[in-house]
């Protein structure tokens, strides 16, 4: 395949005028009235604002979001509880497992239904019990 560069007009093989009438990109001239000069920087202005409102609709914590990451440290959570109890069972307590429900514990998500919330509330309890029951305290 072949590429190749911009062309011009093939009904007329003049090239484009600069001005209102093409396409694209132009520089203003340097003795420009003061109403072109205006207009190309409120252009320019209109283009930051709108970079604004995209990074600003970024930065928006999403309410699925927030749901799925407070699913998920429920989700985190069980596991580390069930690798506890596997490590009871054991007979030697992984400190690095401990450490790891420590923090999970600490790190509280929230959730806006109050029926997740009061779920991964409960679980979190369900772990300080565990952890109080060996004599650490959270």
Not at 43 to 51: D, S, T
Not at 89 to 98: D, E
Not at 116 to 138: F, M, P
Request: glycine share 10%; no cysteine; net charge neutral.
């Amino acid at each position: 395949m072949r590429v190749e560069g911009p062309k011009t007009s093939a009904a007329t093989g003049k090239a484009r005028k600069s001005g209102s009438a093409a396409s694209g990109f132009s520089v203003p001239s340097q003795g420009g009235d003061a109403a072109g000069s205006s207009s190309a920087v409120s252009a320019g202005v209109a283009g930051v604002h709108g970079l604004d409102a995209i990074l600003a609709l970024q930065s928006v914590d999403n309410v699925d979001d927030r749901e799925r990451r407070a699913v998920r440290h429920g989700h985190d959570l069980l596991d580390q509880l069930e690798a506890l109890r596997a490590d009871l069972l054991a007979g030697h307590i992984s400190p690095q497992r401990v450490g790891a429900l420590l923090s999970l514990i600490r790190a509280k998500q929230g959730a806006d239904d109050p029926k997740l919330a009061t779920l991964i509330e409960d679980i979190s309890l369900r772990a300080r019990v565990e952890l109080a029951k060996l004599g650490i305290d959270v």
